[in-house]
């Protein structure tokens, strides 16, 4: 066989081999796959794991955002049908959904105790479905719509078991209302230098927009106070924590509502430290808290 046969025979090889390789190639087009999971390490990094997401409120009649952070372990390629707890992590007045996330470090405490962390928008609301206006209904946003969102866009434990909710100042307010009246929704729940009694607040942070007037409508503040809900509470029911810094305004309030629920003999945890109304203070409260809801989640 001559040099120039030879290479014709071996040309005609390569296309044979080029055409069978074609033939059993996946007829799925690439923009049809579905995005791997990343492979390693170095592509994990590059997920990012803070997410901001509009959501829709139908009893508002408007999207609400929220920053979802999730744990580097959600992208594992070894545990893709992992699910994970959840913690709602509220806000304070005048604050929104991107303040714990440009306060704290929620990547790692997401990573750290494997949980999902949310938080989203409360504007001024004080967490609570507003009698006078019908575009603040943020307990029903955060107990039920912004729960059912979560639930169906990420692997979550979709049971009251595995989600905890707290926050600071209104935001602590916003957890304790919003767990202590859906239990079944919350299992465990906490409060950071909360205002858990707005009653004694009456010309403070908007609460008259939401509430009206505090002169004209005295039984509706207290209605809508944290610690009004004491009485209802079963001990038991759910995990509880409690802080605040002993020079913060709300230090009051706070050991009014620990002493209400000794007296209710409601099992909880409470604590005073050095500090005062400031992220500061928060950002370390919220360690103690990530613990808290970890040691929760891993009870049976």
């Not at 230090?251 to 945890?269: P, R």
Request: aromatic share 12%; with cysteine; net charge negative.
């Amino acid at each position: 066989m001559n040099y120039i046969k030879l290479s014709w025979l071996v040309a005609g090889l390569c296309l044979a081999m080029a055409a069978a390789a074609c033939n059993n190639a996946p007829t799925t087009s690439p923009s049809a796959v579905p995005v791997a999971a990343p492979q390693t390490v170095e592509q994990m990094e590059e997920q990012p794991q803070a997410q901001v997401v509009a959501i829709k409120s139908a009893k508002m009649g408007r999207d609400i955002n929220a920053t979802i952070v999730v744990p580097e372990q959600y992208f594992d390629p070894d545990l893709q049908e992992e699910q994970f707890p959840v913690v709602y992590l509220l806000h304070g007045a005048d604050g929104s959904y991107r303040d714990w996330p440009s306060k704290a470090d929620l990547d790692d405490l997401a990573s750290e105790y494997g949980v999902i962390i949310a938080c989203p928008d409360g504007q001024d609301s004080w967490y609570f479905d507003s009698p006078i206006d019908p575009k603040m209904q943020f307990e029903t946003f955060v107990t039920q719509e912004l729960v059912a969102y979560v639930d169906g866009h990420y692997r979550t434990l979709p049971e009251r078991r595995y989600r905890a909710i707290t926050g600071l100042s209104m935001g602590g307010h916003g957890a304790l209302w919003c767990a202590w009246r859906h239990p079944d929704v919350f299992g465990a729940c906490g409060s950071m230098s909360g205002g858990v009694d707005i009653s004694q607040f009456p010309d403070r942070w908007n609460i008259h927009k939401r509430l009206g007037a505090y002169a004209d409508n005295k039984q509706r503040w207290q209605d809508h106070s944290v610690v009004s809900l004491v009485p209802k509470l079963k001990d038991g029911q759910q995990a509880i924590i409690i802080d605040d810094g002993s020079e913060d305004f709300f230090y009051k309030v706070n050991c009014e509502l620990h002493d209400a629920l000794l007296k209710a003999k409601i099992g909880h945890d409470f604590t005073i430290r050095p500090g005062n109304h400031s992220w500061t203070y928060w950002v370390n409260s919220l360690d103690y808290h990530m613990l808290f809801f970890a040691k929760y989640f891993a009870t049976e």
